[in-house]
């Protein structure tokens, strides 16, 4: 879709941190509002030691029915990053059983076995 066809609006993001005891943590968005005033209300002592979150303006994208903005990525730990691998090996091998004529049926039954 060119640019000029997408439809965007502005909103109000909250951030606070993870951390509410001492701030250690990192921020994320807590809540996206409509209205300037919403989101300074939100952020009354939402933030560490009952101080108040950050405010800012974020634009958003409408995709289909739903409204997409700015997004905060979790970190993958190290477990998760092995978790990832087993995922990642056990995909590539139902593919290549696949590509060679095994069907759903025949992978459930190695599954079972």
Known sequence: MPDEQRETREAFAV???TDLTEGRGRQYIKHICETEATAVRLAKGADVQGT???VMSVTLEKKGAAWFGPV????ASKEDDRAQMVIDAKREAEEKARSLGLTDDDL???RRA
């Open 108 to 110: 459930a039954a190695l």
């Open 52 to 54: 108040n979150g950050t």
């Open 15 to 17: 951030t606070v941190n």
């Open 72 to 75: 905060n990525m979790v970190p």
